[in-house]
Nanobody, 119 residues
Framework: QVQLVESGGGLVQAGGSLRLSCAAS????????MGWFRQAPGKERELDAR???????YYVDSLKGRFTISRDNAKNTLYLQMNSLKPEDTAVYYC?????????????WGQGTQVTVSS
């Protein structure tokens, strides 16, 4: 079992930056694959960035070069650095943990943090 708490969301102008954090407690954080999902109004939740327990990272094409996922195993924390934000990045962002990247959809979830990008 692992508990996840996201923070760092807010309102930002287009072109700005935010860094989301996801604090984890419970079982050994370092053994989990982690990911960031987001859900925009009226849309399905989508998996945007993933990081394996070994540190390998994966992004959807629309985020490459703008978002960076990272993890600090000593602090049991997952991060998402978001740069060059666009209004279409507006969504609730969730972090997730699972035994493998392939099972993130069915893993543990946080409560989400709202990111709003104004034009």
């Amino acid at each position: 079992q692992v508990q996840l708490v996201e923070s760092g969301g807010g309102l930002v102008q287009a072109g700005g930056s935010l860094r989301l954090s996801c604090a984890a407690s419970g079982r050994t954080f370092s053994s989990y694959a982690m990911g960031w999902f987001r859900q925009a109004p009226g849309k399905e939740r989508e998996l945007d960035a993933r990081i394996s327990s070994g540190g390998s990272t994966y992004y959807v094409d629309s985020l490459k070069g703008r978002f960076t996922i990272s993890r600090d195993n000593a602090k049991n924390t997952l991060y998402l650095q978001m740069n060059s934000l666009k209004p279409e990045d507006t969504a609730v962002y969730y972090c997730a943990a699972a035994n493998t990247i392939a099972t993130l959809q069915r893993g543990y979830w946080g409560q989400g943090t709202q990111v709003t990008v104004s034009s």
